[in-house]
């Protein structure tokens, strides 16, 4: 995780995007241990409350869990995890949509833009 941070976003919301995108690329694992709010604030250049806020708020969303006295781990909880999945690439997904719209494309142009990005890099997806 580099510490470039947009201004646009809380911070917070940042390193939670971040961890969760951790999360789905397999390189943070279920039941895997988070580094201390004081390791993660040294490693980000953050203040340690802001990374305090990021765990709280991956804990709401039932994405960690912290266990009294050892810290905050990733949850097993392959459902959740799923969700998670689910969600982040419908907002994905939505964003494009409507970035796409805003530039004037019509459903029908972003569906075959689309089709036609695919169908080139199919070899890609294959390895």
Excluded: C, W
């Amino acid at each position: 995780m580099k510490p470039n941070f947009q201004h646009s976003s809380p911070i917070y919301l940042q390193l939670s995007d971040r961890i969760q995108r951790q999360i789905l690329r397999g390189e943070l694992k279920p039941g895997e241990k988070l580094p201390s709010v004081r390791e993660m604030a040294m490693f980000s250049q953050v203040n340690p409350n802001t990374v305090q806020r990021t765990y709280n708020e991956l804990e709401r969303m039932g994405i960690v869990e912290t266990r009294r006295g050892q810290g905050t781990f990733i949850t097993e909880d392959a459902a959740r995890l799923n969700a998670l999945r689910d969600d982040l690439r419908q907002r994905q997904i939505a964003t494009f949509v409507e970035a796409m719209e805003e530039m004037g494309f019509h459903s029908q142009e972003i569906l075959t833009g689309l089709e036609t990005y695919l169908n080139k890099h199919k070899g890609s997806d294959q390895d």
